[in-house]
């Protein structure tokens, strides 16, 4: 359950561990020091830092550490040994604004579950707890010392996908049956597919139009 919750204050930009954390991300790391709100929320929750950006004022920040409390607690219950991992090989969870519902950032051991995706309630979630995992797989082949430049991006996407569809298994046969189908379906891709190039500039431009919009 969600303990020793603590709010932080207003920070000033470079002075908060938010600008901190995105430094040394390169290109991508400058993005996201653009898209840092003022405000930041640190938690701890079942043994992890979560550190919440919320810059979406229809999403209340009770309700995203509820749902990412909820699908910690599946892993738990159902692949204690995974959570283990996790925490091992992760610094902090990372809740914000993104053009992806999950994402590993290497160069600090964390993982992003987006704000959006987690605020949702027309998935479970073990749909939310299956992201997770995807993530921490990426973190436990960056842990095992596997760089970027010798990277085999597929190969590395169907490690993950197969994560997710053991954990989809391990579940009540009602609860894991969207993990299971869409780990599967992931997993007859071709390498193109399974792991597409992606233009992250355009796609977070994307999502500040639907943000600004809305």
């Known amino acids: 359950m969600l303990s ?31 898209w840092l709100g003022s405000r930041l929320g640190i938690y701890t929750l079942r043994g992890f830092t979560v550190t919440v950006d919320n810059t979406r004022p229809d999403i209340e920040t009770s309700a995203v550490l509820q749902r990412l409390d909820e699908s910690l607690a599946l892993i738990e219950r159902h692949q204690p040994w995974r959570l283990q991992h996790l925490r091992r090989d992760l610094h902090q969870i990372r809740v914000m604004r993104y053009a992806c519902r999950g994402a590993y950032f290497p160069a600090h051991r964390a993982c992003m579950v987006e704000l959006t995706f987690l605020a949702r309630r027309d998935i479970g979630p073990a749909t939310v707890a299956s992201t997770i995992i995807h993530e921490g797989m990426h973190a436990r082949v960056h842990a095992m010392g596997v760089s970027e430049d010798g990277r085999d991006r597929a190969h590395e996407e169907r490690i993950c996908r197969r994560a997710e569809l053991e954990f989809g298994l391990s579940l009540p046969s009602e609860v894991g049956a969207p993990v299971v189908a869409r780990a599967r379906e992931s997993l007859q891709l071709t390498d193109e597919d399974v792991a597409p190039e992606i233009d992250w500039s355009l796609a977070q431009q994307r999502i500040r139009d639907i943000d600004s919009s809305s």
């Open 4 to 34: 020793k919750v603590r709010r932080t204050r207003a920070w000033e930009a470079r002075g908060t561990l938010g600008a901190r954390y995105y430094i040394g991300m390169g290109v991508l790391g400058d993005r996201l020091r653009q």
